[in-house]
């Protein structure tokens, strides 16, 4: 067995994955006895060797399992990368006096780690998170019967099986039926309804020279009523901080009491002294 556990070129799923494949399929299949054997090296013993020697021997049932994966449109490739992942997570973990095999106890781990990868890379937005639609999203498109929308009865037979509401179903069959749109795509068919969305996306008020000229407008014109204030009599000034610069804003009858003169005479002080502000900010 030795010979054939030595570290290969094809020990990485890459552009030759043919050649992947055939070297996994080449590594000889341990009997109960042997994978034991190591397990127990490596799980009293941390016995490394051991744990590259039931990793190897078990690269062709990962590899079987990425092949599933396939209908996802992903690279054969990575699905087995992360297959692997999940089978090395197994292997650290697996206890040899549970009395199982490696492979039943594997089987879960190397297809979390596809899962995971497949959910990550589908589409750009995440279209799983919760645990029932995790379910729905790889269990959907098999339960379908047809390629046509789901009817009533159909959906509701597949929550059912599911275990998942029928609002879960119709909802993850309008999403995986969608697709991912470029953002600034661009199609030489002038008749074509399609816009991009970079087209109609764009926030206009965004502009960062926009935002400054507003900004600095702001400024030099709360700069400008300041120093108008300030130009004011104190009488003049409190009038209109309280008539207009205050949030409980003052009634003429109110500064007419403050002040002892009559609510005319409040009137035209405010009067004059918008004028005055208004002049001096304009200067």
Request: hydrophobic share 40%; net charge negative.
């Amino acid at each position: 067995m030795s010979q054939n556990l030595q570290p290969l070129d094809w020990m990485t799923p890459g552009a030759n994955i043919a050649a992947y494949i055939q070297g996994a399929n080449a590594i000889a299949i341990l009997s109960a006895e042997e994978e034991r054997a190591l397990a127990e090296d490596l799980y009293y013993h941390e016995d490394l060797d051991a744990a590259r020697r039931l990793v190897l021997s078990h690269l062709r049932f990962v590899v079987y399992i990425a092949r599933s994966y396939n209908g996802y449109g992903l690279p054969l490739g990575d699905l087995i990368q992360e297959g692997n992942v999940g089978l090395m997570k197994a292997v650290k973990r697996f206890n040899p006096e549970k009395g199982v095999r490696l492979v039943s106890f594997a089987v879960h781990w190397v297809r979390a780690e596809i899962h995971e990868y497949v959910l990550r890379n589908w589409r750009i937005v995440k279209v799983a998170t919760t645990k029932a639609q995790r379910k729905l999203f790889f269990n959907l498109r098999g339960a379908k019967k047809s390629l046509a929308w789901l009817s009533n009865d159909e959906a509701k037979a597949i929550a059912d099986d599911l275990g998942v509401e029928v609002s879960q179903v119709m909802e993850m069959e309008k999403r995986l039926a969608g697709h991912d749109e470029c953002f600034d795509y661009s199609s030489d068919d002038d008749e074509s309804p399609y816009q991009a969305p970079a087209l109609y996306l764009e926030d206009k008020t965004a502009d960062p020279a926009l935002l400054a000229e507003i900004a600095e407008t702001g400024n030099d014109s709360h700069n400008r009523m300041t120093k108008a204030l300030a130009e004011l009599d104190e009488r003049s000034r409190d009038i209109i901080q309280s008539r207009w610069l205050t949030d409980n804003k003052a009634t003429l009858h109110d500064l007419a009491a403050r002040y002892k003169i009559s609510a005319e005479r409040v009137r035209q002080l405010e009067k004059n002294a918008m004028k005055k502000v208004r002049m001096s900010m304009e200067a």
